[in-house]
């Protein structure tokens, strides 16, 4: 499997970004899509995630100011930010589980200022 991601950037604090990931290859069995962050200095987070059924989950500090969801083609997931913090600040990495593997997209540097 591999993800193309895109969608990073430079914002000011209380814009919004859209990030997008494409999966190719052997997306057949994947059963979970979504996108995690590393701060410098920090562990990679929990962002959000979609699953195959269409379940969505999101790490704390993005509740209620992300939305991810699918396009029209199942390999596509988007997220959607709002309200951007400079606590955001961070590498996006685009992930895709199957019932094996883990798979990780290239990162996106997301940097919101004050």
């Known amino acids: 499997v591999q993800l193309q991601a895109s969608g990073g950037g430079l914002v000011q604090a209380g814009g919004s970004l859209r990030f997008s990931c494409a999966a190719s290859?052997?997306?057949?069995?994947?059963?979970?899509m979504g996108w995690y962050r590393q701060a410098p200095g920090q562990q990679r987070e929990l962002v959000a995630i979609?699953?195959?059924?269409?379940?969505?989950y999101y790490g704390d500090s993005v509740k209620g100011r992300s939305t991810i969801f699918r396009g029209n083609a199942k390999n596509m997931v988007y997220l959607q930010m709002n309200s951007l913090k400079p606590e955001d600040t961070a590498v996006y990495y685009c992930?895709?589980?199957?019932?094996?593997?883990?798979?990780w997209g290239q990162g996106t540097l997301v940097t919101v200022s004050s």
């Open positions: 979609i699953t195959s059924s269409g379940g969505t």
């Open positions: 290859g052997s997306i057949f069995g994947i059963n979970e």
């Open positions: 992930n895709a589980k199957n019932a094996e593997s883990s798979f």
